[in-house]
T-cell receptor, first 109, second 117 residues
């Protein structure tokens, strides 16, 4: 819902780098969250971007372009445990949270 | 101990039955949310509450009701369950935050898997 667009599934190799893109509606936009969700488990917070640019947090980085309605999550030095779904969640109008349908990342040995 | 708990974790029920899902939190957050997750559709907001006296409908509130009994407790009810309410239900909390800071991130409970036959 809310025109949040992210790829359904991606596959990458252990040790590699992968970029997961997300586009969203810009009206009422405050900031954007990324969450990780392992199969059958609860989502857990990864990052929040409110300003344009890249924010790095260990192996994970998140980028935001407010004017373009675009974000990406960059995962470096992939590990098998990174196999999970990654949810893009624009925060709008200060009290509305919307979630994309998620990108399922498969990490292969 | 988990900060956000949900009961039950799994429930199988029949069409037409009344079901209540419960959520408790020890994080001291004012804001609480109920979502459902279906394969391919992501998380969809059912109801949310910013404090004990505040209840708001989300994207898909039809067929559901909620009760905020205390700051720490937020229950979701299905008055007459139907099969298309079969889903994974998550409760979440967040701090008041400043609207622009990372303090708005949500903390999720472990989920309740509900099957309506």
């Amino acid at each position: 819902g809310q025109n949040i667009d992210q790829p359904t599934e991606m596959t990458a190799t252990e040790g590699a780098i992968v970029q997961i893109n997300c586009t969203y509606q810009t009206s009422g936009f405050n900031g954007l969250f990324w969450y990780q969700q392992h199969a059958g488990e609860a989502p857990t917070f990864l990052s929040y971007n409110v300003l344009d640019g890249l924010e790095e947090k260990g192996r994970f980085s998140s980028f935001l372009s407010r004017s373009k309605g675009y974000s990406y999550l960059l995962l470096k030095e992939l590990q098998m445990k990174d196999s999970a779904s990654y949810l893009c969640a624009p925060h709008r109008n200060f009290n509305k949270f919307y979630f994309g349908s998620g990108t399922k990342l498969n990490v292969k040995p | 101990d988990a900060d956000v708990t949900q009961t039950p974790r799994n429930r199988i029920t029949k069409t037409g039955k009344r079901i209540m899902l419960e959520c408790s939190q020890t994080k001291g957050h004012d804001r609480m949310y109920w979502y459902r997750q279906d394969p391919g559709l992501g998380l969809r907001l059912i109801y949310y509450s910013f404090d004990v006296k505040d209840i708001n409908k989300g994207e898909i509130s039809d067929g559901y009701s909620v009760s905020r009994q205390a700051q720490a407790k937020f229950s979701l009810s299905l008055e007459s369950a139907i099969p298309n309410q079969t889903a994974l239900y998550f409760c979440a909390t967040s701090d008041l935050g400043g609207g622009t800071g990372s303090g708005n991130e949500q903390f999720f409970g472990p989920g309740t898997r509900l099957t309506v036959l």
